[in-house]
């Protein structure tokens, strides 16, 4: 059973008099443990299906099964809660709470899941320590660099130990160096099991899949896996 | 998300921004101030009021003589002579509704007790006077029936005098002399305070009526029978107006008024005049506290405009908050509980400043204040209300927010 099986999703925006079609009849399946990057122009209906798979947004027809749990008929609370528990969160512009210490802001989604709150700071610290920024616990995003503040998103998007991250132009924000960090650290999220979903328009950045997917006006046009990076690149630094 | 940790959060939030927190719950610090201070001030002016009637007596009317006609001009109230012991007696006899009357005269005299001496006012009168006021004596005893028939020479002191001429010593047995007639001091009456003029009861030494009379006044044959008022306390539960109208009637016919003529003498209904006091003391606090409230309502305008600005300002935070797995209802709490947050600090500071406002108010402009804490219930009370109410709608915002815009907001 495949991890994500999306079926026939459609989505239509109206926009004043015209309708526009964002997701025209999209079928995906995404198997536990890959890497995938979703590619296309802009428009071309990659983050509308993002939002989709996110739960946070609801296609106007089709179905959705995460984990063999259907979503696509579920009201706000529920999916609310299965964001909560299966799917990690990182955007493009970091989106920290800002004048919150990292470690309150990795704390935030098990505030939801109603965890202790002396549990909820030993696995935040866990997870700052697992993206190496341990040392870095009580700073606030205006005291830490930008691939830094994406670092504690990732350790957020990690904390709840979820089945999928939904990662949406992760190194939008970043210069080219801290971008290559950024998804040395994601690839070895990976290699340890996590299955990430990520939305890129940059080619340099997708060849850190495992598989790509390209959009063109709603609709998949290609679909292929691909090789894995060099290995030296892969070592870290 | 528990409430401490929701607390928490709130706090975090108005803290980061406190000094727009503090001009926020301004408004409701002013108001909450404002309407503690108003009912301390209201409450105190009742207050005052109610004492005043207690020290009056209960269900009391006044009898006074009516103006004197001399030559065609007349002289005003109280210038005739027209009431007498008779009237007072006749008034108790004959009236079933009154309990008690007592028949008045008053003066004002130099007292003397050895080297000490007091300029007060001397009173000639029946011991009715005290049943009628209400009057207890804090110590020895009143007039007997022979020093009330035979001009004793014999006398009760107010507190006041009692404290002038004798400072701490005991008075019961002294003597003191008025205007040369020498008084042996057989009673002290007690505490009874100002009147509602301002002026002190207690400065007062009440003699019997027929010693006034025949010692200290020295009447002449004509107006040998003749009194200053008479002070009529009506009983318990019985009608004032049923008593004044048969005792108006019961005059009119001793001072033999043909019908179309005019009282010579006028009935007052003291109680009366003070309830109308507190009535309108009452409302006065009534209205004070409504303007009061006013600011509250205003204040409350004001915390729901910077929780929709925070909520604008918020958004993304707000579609954070949602995508990692945030209900509606949690977001809803949140901005309530920050809302409920400013407006309970904000009452709680303004209770400070009402209770300083009050003391302040009391000891320097010398107002009677009452400091309740029924008021200071109902201030907190109405602040945790005018939070929830005015926060409700921003909060509702805030929750009806789809995550994707929420997030995509810029």
């Not at chain 1, 870095?136 to 991250?165: D, K």
Request: charged share 20%; aromatic share 4%.
């Amino acid at each position: 059973m495949a991890l994500i099986e999306a079926r026939s999703l459609v989505k239509t925006y109206r926009m004043g008099e015209q309708v526009v079609q964002a997701l025209d009849d999209v079928s995906l399946d995404i198997a536990q443990g890959e890497f995938v990057a979703i590619m296309g122009a802009s428009g071309s209906g990659k983050s509308t299906l993002m939002n989709i798979l996110g739960c946070l947004d609801r296609p106007s027809s089709g179905t959705l099964r995460l984990a063999g749990e259907e979503v696509a008929g579920l009201d706000g609370d529920a999916l609310a809660s299965i964001r909560n528990r299966r799917i990690g969160f990182v955007f493009q512009q970091f989106n920290l709470l800002p004048r919150t210490s990292a470690v309150d802001n990795v704390e935030l989604p098990m505030v939801y899941a109603g965890v202790k709150p002396a549990e909820r700071r030993t696995r935040a610290l866990a997870a700052l320590q697992r993206v190496g920024l341990g040392e870095r616990a009580a700073h606030t995003p205006a005291e830490l660099s930008g691939g830094q503040q994406q670092r504690v998103a990732i350790a957020r998007a990690l904390v709840n130990q979820p089945s999928l991250i939904l990662a949406d132009e992760p190194t939008g924000a970043l210069d080219t160096h801290t971008s290559e960090d950024i998804m040395r650290l994601l690839s070895e999220l990976n290699a340890q099991g996590m299955t990430i979903v990520m939305v890129t328009h940059e080619a340099d950045i997708a060849t850190w899949a495992r598989r790509r997917v390209v959009f063109r006006d709603g609709r998949i046009v290609e679909d292929r896996l691909q090789p894995p990076r060099v290995a030296a690149e892969a070592q870290p630094a | 998300m528990n409430l401490l940790t929701a607390l928490l959060s709130a706090l975090r939030a108005l803290g980061t921004n406190w000094l727009r927190s503090m001009l926020t719950m301004l408004g409701i610090i002013i108001g909450v101030a404002a309407v503690i201070t108003m009912i301390a001030i209201g409450g105190g002016a009742q207050q005052r009021v109610e004492e005043q009637i207690k020290s009056l007596g209960t269900n009391i009317m006044l009898v006074l003589p009516g103006a004197q006609t001399t030559g065609g001009v007349r002289l005003g109230a109280q210038t005739g002579q027209t009431l007498t012991e008779e009237d007072a007696r006749a008034i108790a006899a004959d009236v079933p509704e009154v309990q008690a009357a007592a028949p008045s005269l008053r003066t004002g005299a130099q007292v003397v007790a050895a080297n000490a001496n007091w300029s007060t006012s001397v009173m000639g009168t029946t011991p009715e006077y005290l049943e009628v006021r209400d009057w207890p004596l804090a110590a020895g005893r009143s007039f007997e029936e022979a020093e009330q028939a035979g001009s004793g020479k014999v006398v009760v002191l107010g507190q006041t005098v009692a404290q002038q001429l004798f400072g701490d010593d005991d008075p019961i047995d002294q003597v003191i002399r008025v205007r040369k007639v020498p008084l042996q001091v057989i009673g002290v009456l007690a505490r009874k305070g100002q009147n509602s003029m301002g002026q002190d009861q207690d400065d007062v030494i009440v003699v019997p009526l027929s010693t006034y009379r025949n010692r200290i006044q020295g009447m002449s044959a004509g107006r040998i029978k003749r009194v200053g008022a008479i002070s009529v306390k009506v009983r318990e539960g019985q009608s004032m107006q049923d008593a004044s109208d048969k005792m108006r009637e019961l005059l009119r016919q001793r001072h033999r008024l043909q019908s179309g003529a005019d009282d010579d003498f006028s009935i007052r209904n003291l109680t009366e005049m003070l309830q109308a006091q507190e009535e309108s003391s009452r409302v006065m606090a009534m209205l004070l506290a409504a303007v009061a409230g006013v600011s509250l309502v205003v204040g409350g305008i004001g915390i729901m405009n910077i929780m929709l600005v925070s909520v604008t300002e918020r958004t993304r935070e707000i579609g954070l908050r949602m995508a990692v797995g945030a209900r509606s209802r949690d977001i809803l709490g949140q901005f309530l509980i920050e809302a409920v947050t400013l407006s309970l600090v904000g009452g709680a500071i303004g209770i400070v400043i009402g209770m300083v406002a009050t003391w302040a108010i009391g000891s320097l402009a010398g107002w009677q204040v009452l400091l309740s804490a029924e008021s200071i219930l109902l201030a907190v009370g109405f602040s945790a209300a005018v939070g929830v109410f005015f926060g409700f709608y921003p909060a509702r915002r805030a929750a009806a927010l789809l995550p994707i815009q929420a997030l995509r907001h810029e």
